[in-house]
């Protein structure tokens, strides 16, 4: 327990591959620019402290196909 020091936020497109998209002491919002249509992508989040880290929270969005 205690206060959050660090959120490190990873994204991937496959679930084992892993990619950072940001490293801050506090967010709320996070802009991940360059995604390819009708493509999965998954994220998770995960906040540290100076007793250690916490459990990844998940989420997955499905960017939308380009208009025909």
Do not use: C, K
Request: no cysteine; hydrophobic share 30%; aromatic share 12%.
């Amino acid at each position: 327990t205690g206060t959050v020091s660090t959120q490190t936020l990873q994204w991937s497109t496959d679930q084992n591959t892993w990619n950072e998209l940001a490293i801050t002491p506090s967010a709320n919002n996070f802009d991940h620019t360059g995604l390819a249509p009708n493509t999965q992508y998954f994220y998770r989040l995960r906040a540290s402290n100076a007793s250690g880290h916490f459990d990844f929270a998940t989420a997955n969005a499905t960017t939308p196909p380009l208009p025909t």
